[in-house]
């Protein structure tokens, strides 16, 4: 798809093949196959298709820290790092600390992420406390909105 290689070699009567398109965009996308016979002969064929995919909001997956872990404000710093669902669309993830009286303050920000992956060293404790890491994601075409938190414990 889009000169991306998605599949595998297929054998057999059946010639299907399966594919998820949740790493795709709603818009046009090249579809291309290409058939080998027992005497190397070549084929191929493209096709133009138009997805209609659903929106799925993006989550984190958390690496660390642990939900409900409690640190030492000598154990700084901290790594904090999680795994999107997608970087899509996605203009910027912004690595928050939420505290219990509702305030919050952006401990690192990516723009326009191309990797899954996201990593932060937190340098500088915050006082002892009930705290919670959250990501909040600002996506092309929606509101930023926050997606999976970890409370965390600092004494």
Do not use: M
């Amino acid at each position: 798809i889009d000169d991306a290689y998605i599949g595998k070699s297929l054998s057999g009567p059946s010639f299907q093949f399966s594919y998820h398109a949740s790493d795709l965009e709603s818009g046009f996308h090249t579809l291309k196959a290409k058939a080998l016979d027992d005497l190397l002969n070549e084929g191929t064929e493209d096709r133009l298709l138009n997805f209609q995919l659903p929106h799925e909001a993006v989550s984190a997956a958390f690496v660390g820290p642990q939900p409900n872990a409690s640190y030492y404000r000598s154990s700084f710093p901290l790594t904090i790092a999680a795994y999107l669902s997608s970087v899509n669309r996605v203009k910027s993830v912004a690595v928050v600390l939420r505290r219990a009286n509702g305030t919050e303050d952006a401990l690192a920000t990516f723009d326009y992420p191309t990797e899954k992956y996201v990593e932060i060293k937190w340098e500088t404790p915050p006082p002892a406390g009930v705290y919670e890491i959250a990501f909040r994601i600002d996506e092309e075409g929606f509101s930023p909105y926050y997606t999976n938190s970890a409370p965390i414990f600092i004494q």
